[in-house]
Nanobody
Framework: QVQLVESGGGLVQAGGSLSVSCTAS????????MGWYRQAPGKERELVAT???????NYAGSVKGRFTISRDNAKNTVFLQMNSLKPEDTAVYYC????????????????WGQGTQVTVSS
């Protein structure tokens, strides 16, 4: 069983900063990419940022230059630093990890955190 536990988030005024983190626990062989997605009310879940286990990153255009994703492979943890926040960044932020359960797993499985609320007031 693999669990992703998120922390951080909260309420901040526009222009402020917040950070969220997510730690994977359980029994598994390795974690490939980790990332953050978000879902605003009435909208579909969208990609925010991803990072591979070698540190290659990918960002949504709407957050590029404002958000920074990083990870600590030794601690199976991914971080998202969010600066210059805008009201449109308000959403539930979900952590994602692509996890290989065993050494002989051909493809990784997707796991999701429970989500953490980020609210940006204008």
């Amino acid at each position: 069983q693999v669990q992703l536990v998120e922390s951080g988030g909260g309420l901040v005024q526009a222009g402020g900063s917040l950070s969220v983190s997510c730690t994977a626990s359980g029994t598994f062989f390795s974690i490939n990419a980790m990332g953050w997605y978000r879902q605003a009310p009435g909208k579909e879940r969208e990609l925010v940022a991803t990072i591979t286990n070698s540190g290659n990153t990918n960002y949504a255009g709407s957050v590029k230059g404002r958000f920074t994703i990083s990870r600590d492979n030794a601690k199976n943890t991914v971080f998202l630093q969010m600066n210059s926040l805008k009201p449109e960044d308000t959403a539930v932020y979900y952590c994602n990890a692509q996890v290989k359960r065993t050494a002989w797993s051909r493809v990784p499985n997707d796991y999701w955190g429970q989500g953490t609320q980020v609210t940006v007031s204008s």
